[in-house]
């Protein structure tokens, strides 16, 4: 009998320690953080939050790291947790407002980062600098150079080379304009088929298709920050048109795309691409390699009116202060002189551990 009770408590206890352990991020006034990157102490990928903020298992992990665009960096003690529920603050990041003067171009230079995983290991990194110039009687931005460029890989040419295109167009700081801004206003547009939006007050928005909610519009002030699971509106919309072997492959792949967006508003309620504040995009997918994640992190630091000689000019001075002697030292320390938070101790030595 005592071996019986000795070998149910055994099992008991192999039961409670296998259990998920799920965390909740939210932020100063409880509402839960999308996009919460939650790295291990060593810089593996454990997973992100939900449009909850919840993650619902750090696979045993005692100490996790949590990262996100838009708050501070938090190390925490799974075990010291209340509930599960830890707090990050606002990172205080503000984008100084242009002043207006007679320029027919916007001048934006971004900052990015691109983290690509390998079944939870880092295996790429591309950081660097971006001049952008966005032409307000056309309507369209003009993109430097792409070579202000520090990258670490551990994967073939071939796949690093696909990352990297697949994330130019989010270095150049392109505002999802239109249909962002059209969410904002209660409407609808091509792109976000079969969506409604609700307001919940105090400045709220829930972003919801048939299927339940995809996101959330929060507006403080002039700026908007927008969270959406697209991944799920796309493959909803899918489903609606009929497009059922694109459908096929995504449910497959088991495609995951989520992102979050900050953009200003001018007095008239309207942005371009030019009033772009920061931007998080997360895709997963089952791949030949395992199961992928791509990361790009974009913030723009500088705003201005210029003309095209100003811009050739701003070009030129990037490219000879950085793209000759580009490394990760540089850019961090422009990262920190400009108030985006550094990369963690445990990230940078998983970038420093990766080979070109």
Same mark, same amino acid.
């Given at each position: ?45 454990? *997973?992100?939050?939900?449009?909850? $903020?919840? /993650?619902?298992? +750090? !696979? #045993?992990? %005692? ?5 996100? &665009? ?102 150049? *700081?392109?505002?999802?304009?239109? $249909?962002? /801004?059209?969410? +904002? !206003? #209660?409407? %609808? ?5 079969? &969506? ?59 495609y995951d795309y989520e992102f979050n967006v900050a953009f200003d508003l001018d007095e008239d309620g309207n942005a371009t691409a030019a009033d772009l504040v920061m931007s998080s995009d997360h895709w997963e997918w089952n791949g030949s390699k395992g199961r992928m994640k791509l990361i790009i992190e974009t ?14 000019? %701003? ?42």
């Amino acid at each position: 009998m005592k071996k019986c009770l000795f070998t149910l408590a055994a099992l008991l206890l192999m039961t409670l320690s296998v259990k998920a352990q799920k965390i909740t991020v939210v932020d100063n006034e409880g509402n839960g953080i999308h996009l919460v990157t939650v790295l291990s102490e060593d810089g593996n990928m454990i *997973g992100t939050t939900n449009l909850s $903020g919840t /993650i619902l298992d +750090v !696979k #045993g992990a %005692k100490k996790v790291l949590l990262t996100h &665009v838009a708050f501070k960096s938090k190390l925490v003690d799974v075990a010291s947790l209340t509930n599960g529920k830890v707090m990050m603050e606002d990172l205080d990041y503000s984008l100084a407002e242009i002043v207006v003067k007679p320029k027919p171009l916007i001048y934006v230079e971004t900052y990015y980062r691109v983290y690509a995983f390998a079944n939870d290991s880092l295996r790429y990194y591309l950081a660097g600098i971006m001049p952008n110039a966005y032409d307000v009687e056309k309507k369209k931005i003009k993109s430097g150079g792409y070579t202000q460029s520090y990258g670490e890989f551990s994967i073939s040419t071939g796949a690093s080379i696909t990352w990297g295109a697949r994330a130019q167009e989010f270095h150049a *700081g392109k505002l999802r304009k239109g $249909g962002a /801004i059209d969410l +904002v !206003k #209660g409407g %609808k547009v091509r792109n976000y088929y079969f &969506v409604t939006v609700t307001d919940e007050g105090k400045g709220r928005q829930r972003v919801s298709n048939p299927e339940g909610t995809v996101g959330f519009i929060e507006t403080e002030k002039d700026e908007v920050h927008m969270t959406l699971d697209a991944g799920k509106m796309q493959m909803y919309r899918n489903k609606r048109l009929g497009q059922d072997r694109l459908l096929k492959a995504r449910e497959k792949r088991e495609y995951d795309y989520e992102f979050n967006v900050a953009f200003d508003l001018d007095e008239d309620g309207n942005a371009t691409a030019a009033d772009l504040v920061m931007s998080s995009d997360h895709w997963e997918w089952n791949g030949s390699k395992g199961r992928m994640k791509l990361i790009i992190e974009t913030y723009a630091t500088e705003h201005a009116y210029i003309d095209t000689k100003d811009f050739k000019e %701003k070009k030129q001075e990037l490219k000879k202060k950085y793209v000759a002697v580009m490394k990760l030292d540089a850019l961090e320390a422009y990262a920190t002189s400009h108030g985006i938070p550094a990369l963690t101790p445990s990230l940078r030595r998983a970038i420093e551990g990766l080979k070109k």
